[in-house]
C-alpha cells in the first residue's frame, strides 16, 4: 500500500488535547510524527519539550546545523532542596525512524493499529516503544523529586538522526560536558526484548571511488580499467575479511563472535565496448569493542598505495581514493559492571548479551558513562514492512522503569 495522507487538522487536535497517562497511548502519540530521518522531528521534539514543561522541568535543546532538527535532553532533579542535576541515570533513546519506501503494510505506517497483542506502526519498536515509557514515568520521577524522595537525578536524552550515522547523541555529550553534568549510567532502549545487551560492535563505512583512463576496448593497453583495480582491491578486503575472523582474540559472547568487512555496493563502466575511467564501491568494517579501526585500515591503504603505484606506471592521472563516510563507536562493558549488576537486580535476567548491531551507546562509554542496552521489542521486527512491538513488552518495560526509579528513590 502507499502511505496515506495525514489528516493534519485530526492530528493536530490530538497534539493539542490532554497528553497522555500511559505507555500505549504514548507510543501511539508518538507514532503519529512522521520522524523519518531524511525530515524534521521538530514537531515531536517540541510536543516532548511542552509535556516536560508542563512537570515543571527544565529542557535543553540541541541543534543540528539546518536548525530544522533537535535533540532534548531533560533532567529531573534531586537532592535535599531538589536541585542536584549532576550524576544520576540517563534513558536514551532516538527520535527518528526509516523510511517506509517501497514496504507493503496492512495498516497506515504513522498510524499506530492494535492487532491482537500486537502494536504496529513505524518506530513501534524502533525506538519509540521505550521512549513512551519513559514520558511516563516522568510525572512519577517528578512527584518523588518535589517530595525530596529522589536521591539521584533521573534524566531523559532524545536525539536524532541515530538511523544513518548517529549525528545527534554526540551533541547532546558535548553540551553535558560543558555544563559540566557527568551521569552515573545510561540506558539505550533499544529493542532487545528487555534482555541486558552490554556490549555491541562498531562500524566505519567507507567510499572507494577508482579512478582509471578510458579507452576502446580494443585498445585496452592504452587505457587503465577502473573496475578490473576495483575488483582487485574488492578481493583484498574479502582476503583480509576472512583473516580478521580467524583471529585467535575473538568473543563468542557475539552474536557474531569476530569483526566483520562486506562490501555492500559497487558502480562502474559505461559500455561494454569503453574502458572504464571510474569504479567506485563501499564496504562496512563492523569492529569488536577492542578491536579499531587501524585493524583493517592501515593494511587496505598499504593496498591502496600498491595498487595506485600499477596504475600511474601506465596514466598518472589515475588513482585511488579512499573515504570514511560514517563512524560509530563500539560500545565496551569495560566500566559497566556495577550497571550490569544493578539491572540484574532488577529484571531477575543474569545473562549478558552481545550484538553485532551499533547503538548510540559507544558514544555514551567512550564519553566516560557506561551504558547498556536494554528496551521493549525485537530487533528482528525493526526496519521491516508491519514493524510491532508485543503489548507485553511495553508493560515488561513500564515495570522495568519504575523499579529502576524506585532504585533511585531514599530508604525508607
Not at 3 to 17: L, P, R
Not at 185 to 200: D, F
Not at 251 to 267: A, C, E, N
Not at 381 to 389: C, G, L, P, R, T
Request: glycine content about 6%.
Amino acid at each position: 500500500m502507499t502511505v496515506a495522507t495525514h489528516n493534519n487538522d485530526k492530528k493536530q487536535a490530538m497534539f493539542n488535547a490532554d497528553y497522555p497517562k500511559n505507555s500505549i497511548d504514548w507510543l501511539t502519540r508518538l507514532i503519529a510524527f512522521d520522524t523519518v530521518s531524511r525530515h524534521s522531528n521538530l514537531a515531536l521534539i517540541e510536543d516532548a519539550q511542552r509535556y516536560c514543561e508542563q512537570l515543571g522541568l527544565t529542557v535543553d535543546l540541541t541543534f543540528n546545523n539546518a536548525k530544522n532538527k533537535a535533540n532534548l535532553f531533560v533532567t529531573v532533579p534531586a537532592g535535599k532542596n531538589a536541585d542536584k542535576v549532576n550524576n544520576g541515570l540517563v534513558l536514551s533513546g532516538h527520535t527518528d525512524v526509516v523510511p517506509v519506501d517501497g514496504q507493503e503494510w496492512t495498516s497506515e505506517p504513522f498510524s499506530a493499529t492494535i492487532r491482537g497483542d500486537k502494536l504496529y506502526g513505524r518506530g513501534a519498536c524502533d525506538m519509540k516503544g521505550f521512549i513512551a515509557c519513559a514520558l511516563t514515568l516522568l510525572p512519577k520521577a517528578v512527584q518523588l523529586s518535589n517530595s525530596g524522595q529522589l536521591r539521584r537525578p533521573l534524566h531523559l536524552a532524545l536525539s536524532f538522526d541515530e538511523e544513518i550515522g548517529c549525528l545527534g547523541a554526540p551533541l547532546i555529550l558535548a553540551d553535558l560536558k560543558a555544563r559540566g553534568i557527568i551521569p552515573d549510567y545510561c540506558i539505550v532502549g533499544e529493542p532487545t526484548n528487555m534482555a541486558m545487551v552490554v556490549a555491541h560492535k562498531g562500524i566505519a563505512v567507507y567510499r572507494c571511488r577508482v579512478h582509471g583512463k578510458s579507452a576502446h576496448s580494443s585498445l585496452t593497453a592504452t587505457g587503465v580499467n577502473a573496475i578490473s583495480y576495483a575488483s582487485r582491491l574488492i578481493g583484498y578486503v574479502d582476503t583480509l575479511a576472512e583473516e580478521i575472523s580467524h583471529r585467535d582474540d575473538n568473543d563468542v559472547l557475539f552474536d557474531v563472535p569476530y569483526s566483520t568487512l562486506s562490501v555492500g555496493t559497487i558502480q562502474g563502466g559505461t559500455a561494454t565496448n569503453i574502458v572504464p575511467n571510474l569504479c567506485e564501491f563501499t564496504f562496512d568494517y563492523r569492529n569488536l569493542p577492542h578491536m579499531t579501526q587501524d585493524d583493517i585500515l592501515a593494511p587496505i591503504q598499504e593496498k591502496v598505495a600498491e595498487l595506485t603505484a600499477q596504475m600511474q606506471a601506465r596514466a598518472p592521472e589515475t588513482g585511488i581514493e579512499l573515504m570514511q563516510e560514517e563512524s560509530v563507536p563500539a560500545m565496551t562493558d569495560n566500566d559497566s559492571a556495577e550497571l550490569q549488576a544493578l539491572i540484574a537486580a532488577l529484571t531477575g535476567d543474569d545473562k549478558r548479551h552481545k550484538v553485532a548491531y551499533a547503538t548510540e551507546g559507544g558514544q555514551f562509554t567512550n564519553s566516560g558513562i557506561p551504558t547498556i542496552i536494554c528496551g521493549p521489542g525485537s530487533i528482528e521486527q525493526a526496519h521491516k514492512a508491519d514493524e510491532y512491538v508485543a503489548l507485553s513488552e511495553i508493560e515488561r518495560c513500564d515495570s522495568f522503569l519504575q523499579k529502576l526509579l524506585d532504585s533511585c528513590t531514599v530508604d525508607k
